[in-house]
C-alpha cells in the first residue's frame, strides 16, 4: 500500500507540528505499519484515503491517533543497560552524599513512553532499601502520546515485554500476573508519577531535577528544535544535576549550556561561570563542553 508524496508532506507537518519531530526517511518506510491498525479501525482502504478524512478536520480526535500512531515508542526495562549502571555507580552516590540533609531526590524520564524506564528506575532505588530508606524519591515520567502515558500509569506489561530487559528474580520480585499481562507491584508504582508534555514546552513541575534522563528524542529533530530541546532540560536541572542522552546523541554543537563530566563519560551537567564542569577540570575540552 503506497502514500503519495503530497500525504506523506501532510503527516510529516503534522507531527513536527504537534511534537516538534522530524518525519525522518526511517519513520518514511514504516508508515504503512504504524498507521495500518488505524486504517482497520476506520474501515479506510488506502493511507491516502486516511490522510484525505483528516485534512477534511471533520474528525478532530483523528490527528492525535495519526500523530501518536507515527511516534516510535521503542523501549524496555534496563535499555542499554550500561547507563543504569553509570547512574548507580556515578550520580546516585554522589546524590546520596549532597543531599543527606534533605532526603530527597527529584528525577525526569522525558519522553518515557510506555514507561519501562521510569520503572527501571524505581527498580534500582527498591532493591536498595537499607539506602534510601526515609529518602522522598520523585520520579516523573513524561511523554507527548497520551496512549503512552495512560500505559504507563497502569504499570501493566505483556508477557514479552517484562521479559525483555528484566531476570526472571526481577520480573517475579517487581511483577505479578494480571488478567491483562503482569503489573509493576504497588509498592514500585507508588512514587511515580507520569503526565502528558511536550519537551519544547516549559519543563515540568517541580523542576530542579537531580536527574533528567531524554535518551533517543533528540534524533527526531531538527537542529533549531533541538536547541531550544536543550534549553529546556538545562533549565530543569539543579545546578548539580546530571542530564543522560541517548548512545547516539550529543551536546557538542547543540548548547553551551550543558557540557560532558569528564569523570562520568556519558552523562552532562550545566556549564557557565563556576560551573562543576569547569571546576572539574582545568582544561580547554571542558569549557568548549567536549
Same mark, same amino acid.
Given at each position: 500500500?503506497?502514500?503519495? =508524496?503530497?500525504?506523506?508532506?501532510?503527516?510529516?507537518?503534522?507531527?513536527?507540528?504537534?511534537?516538534?519531530?522530524?518525519?525522518?526517511?526511517?519513520?518514511?518506510?514504516?508508515?504503512?505499519?504504524?498507521?495500518?491498525?488505524?486504517?482497520?479501525?476506520?474501515?479506510?482502504?488506502?493511507?491516502?484515503?486516511?490522510?484525505?478524512?483528516?485534512?477534511?478536520?471533520?474528525?478532530?480526535?483523528?490527528?492525535?491517533?495519526?500523530?501518536? &500512531?507515527?511516534?516510535?515508542?521503542?523501549?524496555?526495562?534496563?535499555?542499554?543497560?550500561?547507563?543504569?549502571?553509570?547512574?548507580?555507580?556515578?550520580?546516585?552516590?554522589?546524590?546520596?552524599?549532597?543531599?543527606?540533609?534533605?532526603?530527597?531526590?527529584?528525577?525526569?524520564?522525558?519522553?518515557?513512553?510506555?514507561?519501562?524506564?521510569?520503572?527501571?528506575?524505581?527498580?534500582?532505588?527498591?532493591?536498595?532499601?537499607?539506602?534510601? &530508606?526515609? #529518602?522522598?524519591?520523585?520520579?516523573?515520567?513524561? =511523554?507527548?502520546?497520551?496512549?503512552?502515558?495512560?500505559?504507563?500509569?497502569?504499570?501493566?506489561?505483556?508477557?514479552?515485554?517484562?521479559?525483555?530487559?528484566?531476570?526472571?528474580?526481577?520480573?517475579?520480585?517487581?511483577?505479578?500476573?494480571? &488478567?491483562?499481562? #503482569?503489573?509493576?507491584?504497588?509498592?514500585?508504582?507508588?512514587?511515580?508519577?507520569?503526565?502528558?508534555?511536550?519537551?519544547?514546552?516549559?519543563?515540568?513541575?517541580p523542576g530542579a531535577f537531580d536527574?533528567?534522563?531524554?535518551?533517543?528524542?533528540?534524533?527526531?529533530?531538527?537542529?533549531?528544535?533541538?536547541?531550544?530541546?536543550?534549553?529546556?532540560?538545562?533549565?530543569?536541572?539543579?545546578?548539580?544535576?546530571?542530564?543522560m542522552l541517548g548512545a547516539g546523541?550529543?551536546?557538542?554543537?547543540?548548547?553551551?549550556?550543558?557540557?560532558?563530566?569528564?569523570?562520568?563519560?556519558?552523562?552532562?551537567?550545566?556549564?557557565?561561570?563556576?560551573?562543576?564542569?569547569?571546576?572539574?577540570?582545568?582544561?580547554?575540552?571542558? &569549557?568548549?563542553?567536549?
Amino acid at each position: 500500500m503506497q502514500i503519495s =508524496d503530497s500525504s506523506s508532506r501532510i503527516l510529516a507537518g503534522l507531527l513536527e507540528a504537534r511534537t516538534g519531530q522530524q518525519l525522518t526517511m526511517s519513520r518514511r518506510w514504516r508508515i504503512e505499519t504504524a498507521l495500518s491498525s488505524l486504517l482497520r479501525e476506520r474501515g479506510v482502504n488506502s493511507l491516502d484515503e486516511l490522510i484525505t478524512i483528516l485534512v477534511m478536520g471533520k474528525e478532530p480526535n483523528l490527528s492525535q491517533q495519526v500523530v501518536e &500512531a507515527l511516534l516510535n515508542n521503542e523501549t524496555y526495562f534496563f535499555r542499554d543497560r550500561s547507563p543504569f549502571d553509570l547512574i548507580a555507580r556515578h550520580a546516585l552516590p554522589a546524590l546520596a552524599e549532597r543531599r543527606k540533609d534533605q532526603r530527597r531526590l527529584r528525577i525526569w524520564s522525558a519522553g518515557c513512553s510506555t514507561g519501562q524506564e521510569v520503572y527501571s528506575l524505581a527498580m534500582l532505588f527498591a532493591e536498595a532499601p537499607q539506602q534510601w &530508606a526515609g #529518602w522522598t524519591i520523585d520520579i516523573l515520567g513524561t =511523554d507527548v502520546s497520551t496512549a503512552c502515558v495512560e500505559r504507563a500509569r497502569s504499570g501493566t506489561y505483556t508477557q514479552f515485554e517484562v521479559q525483555r530487559g528484566l531476570g526472571i528474580n526481577q520480573m517475579i520480585k517487581w511483577f505479578e500476573e494480571c &488478567a491483562d499481562g #503482569w503489573r509493576a507491584v504497588e509498592a514500585l508504582r507508588r512514587p511515580l508519577r507520569f503526565q502528558v508534555h511536550n519537551l519544547l514546552e516549559q519543563p515540568p513541575h517541580p523542576g530542579a531535577f537531580d536527574i533528567v534522563l531524554c535518551r533517543n528524542v533528540m534524533l527526531y529533530l531538527s537542529a533549531e528544535k533541538k536547541t531550544l530541546a536543550f534549553e529546556r532540560l538545562a533549565s530543569a536541572m539543579a545546578p548539580d544535576g546530571w542530564l543522560m542522552l541517548g548512545a547516539g546523541e550529543t551536546v557538542i554543537g547543540q548548547t553551551t549550556r550543558l557540557g560532558a563530566d569528564l569523570n562520568a563519560r556519558g552523562l552532562y551537567r550545566l556549564t557557565g561561570d563556576g560551573s562543576l564542569v569547569e571546576k572539574r577540570s582545568g582544561d580547554r575540552r571542558a &569549557a568548549l563542553g567536549a
